[in-house]
């Protein structure tokens, strides 16, 4: 077994309550790059600065493949929605058939060095992200079929929603959410102050999540098109966001990875992982299974973490963090009504008498379950 690459030696002490390490796979000679499952689950595909992608067999506990080829590190993976074929990123785009073990084609770039890859739901198009624009693909026959442009500066990430309708890419600071039939954008979501580094939609396609730079996760409502809540408690910036297959976990990954419930958004878990490198990330839930998948030792190697879920749900707070929301109040009215009274009780609770207060009245409710 040890030749595979693969050991199921634990390591509790990197753990927390209710996740346990499954397996380790590691052959990757730098550091790892990118990580993804095959949506049938059995598949993980890991990318690495040593310019190969190695197929781990997660059934049969073993390597699958490595495929070379490549002549520079891999940026990104993505599957097809049947789990036959698998896109790398790297100077080009390329795709490789996982029965057959053979290559496919090739998808040249016209801006070299892909940055984000992401295959639609219903497998009708790959989309990559390089340089300032982000090109649909048809997969099977490496025609483009629509150019997404416009953005500010590098686009960093991609995502698709669940009903493949709508993709999400970062640009700078801001989310933009595409029509995939018109190519236009829906909307932009403006809620962080550094640049944005991933994106994840649940399976329900109702939120969407973003981490970024600022060390902070947005939650976007995608239906009434807002922020409705921000998660802090990493102290770097998050570069991973996976949702569980039933929706019920968040997975967040900076220099640790943290496990939230999407119920309530408490912190549930912080699992350690090896101080991340420039190149180095990886964080990606198994389809259809309770396990996670995370960067282990010296980042060149993969943990399988198995979650138990009742113990999760039912863990206190694992570490500090902090859920909010944002609000903005503006005061109208006529001279003399109260505006200024009111204005300081919201922003400073203490009662202060002013001109127009009337003998107004001020009671300030207890907020420690707020």
Known sequence: ME????????????????????????????????ISWSPNGRFLASGSVDETVKVWDADEGNLHWTIGGHIEPINCIAWSTDSQVVATGSRNLRLFDISTKEYLRTIVQEQPRLRALSWSPNGALLASASGSGVCLWEPQTGELKRRLTGFASIVECLSWSPDSKVIASSSQNQVWLWDTLSGKVIRKFSGHSRAVLSLAWSPDGQILSSGSEDTTISLWDTKNWRQ???????????????????G????????????????????????????????????SFRPKSESLATLGPGTRSIRLWKLDLAALIGAVSASSSVRYTNAKVVLVGDTGVGKSGLGLV??????????????RKVWTFDNKNA
Do not use: M
């Not at 409705?228 to 039933?246: C, M, Y």
């Not at 220099?255 to 350690?272: F, I, P, S």
């Open 346 to 359: 919201l922003s400073d609770p203490p009662f202060r008498a002013t001109d127009s207060t009337h003998n």
């Open 228 to 246: 409705f809540a921000i998660l802090e408690g990493h102290t770097a910036e998050v570069k991973g966001l996976s949702f569980s297959h039933d």
């Open 3 to 34: 030749d595979q690459g693969v050991s199921t030696t634990p390591a509790a002490n990197d753990a927390s309550k209710g996740v346990s390490i499954q397996k380790t796979f590691s052959r990757h000679f730098e550091p790892i790059t990118a």
């Open 248 to 283: 019920v976990l968040l997975a967040s990954e900076s220099r640790d990875v943290r496990l939230w419930r999407c119920d309530d958004w408490d912190q549930v878990a912080v699992l350690k992982v090896p101080e991340p490198e420039n190149w180095s990330t990886g964080l």
